[in-house]
């Protein structure tokens, strides 16, 4: 008997299989450049802010806390290449965890702006002078620009918070559905997944 000559000569169950098993890499291989991207960015914004945060000569928490979150994308991603199963959740509890360092991150700054000296403030308590060049209106109207400023702040650390919650929040649900991908994939017997495969 001869070996099938065309893919029209295979059977159909096996055609099928093979059709959701195509599916299945390319889904992961999607999600594998989705968790690339993730890693360098984090990376990247974490050397930046330690650098910036040891530079200061503060706590460098900001920095570690995302060179951790990159680590973690990484090995994330080096699973799901694997088709490991616990791909999945890791990947979903990374974008978790990097959404509560986000929140706790715009909480604390929001808290700052609002009830921390002005900056406006800051700056003509440090040169009178600069309070007597500007006269006594000038020194209101630069109060109200610091009121405003405040206002602004919580705008903004609000919608990056908001941001943050619904980005993360679908990014992780993203993650968590590629489990029905890993697991055709591990009864098919599938070879791990290679980045470059078309």
């Not at 990376?43 to 995302?66: D, M, N, Y």
């Not at 290449?81 to 929001?110: E, K, M």
């Not at 009830?115 to 406006?120: A, F, L, Q, R, T």
């Not at 007597?132 to 620009?145: I, M, P, R, Y």
């Amino acid at each position: 008997m001869q070996p099938p000559s065309s893919l029209d000569e295979v059977r159909p169950e096996s055609r099928a299989q093979a059709a959701d098993t195509a599916r299945a890499r390319r889904k992961l291989r999607r999600a594998s450049r989705i968790a690339l991207f993730n890693w360098v960015g984090l990376g990247v914004s974490g050397v930046l802010s330690l650098a910036l945060e040891l530079s200061s000569q503060s706590l460098p928490l900001t920095g570690l806390v995302l060179l951790g979150l990159a680590w973690n994308e990484r090995r994330g991603r080096a699973l799901l290449l694997g088709t490991d199963p616990r791909a999945p959740r890791s990947l979903a509890l990374n974008q978790l965890f990097l959404l509560a360092a986000v929140l706790v991150y715009c909480i604390h700054g929001a808290y700052v702006d609002w009830n921390g000296p002005s900056p406006v403030d800051a700056m003509l308590q440090a040169d009178p002078e600069l309070a007597a060049a500007l006269g006594g209106d000038a020194s209101e109207n630069l109060g109200e620009l610091s009121e405003w400023a405040r206002t602004a702040a919580l705008f903004v650390y609000g919608g990056v918070a908001a941001g943050s919650v619904l980005f993360q929040s679908l990014l992780a649900l993203y993650y968590l559905s590629l489990r029905s991908a890993m697991t055709k994939l591990a009864r098919a017997g599938a070879a791990p997944v290679q980045p470059s495969d078309r």
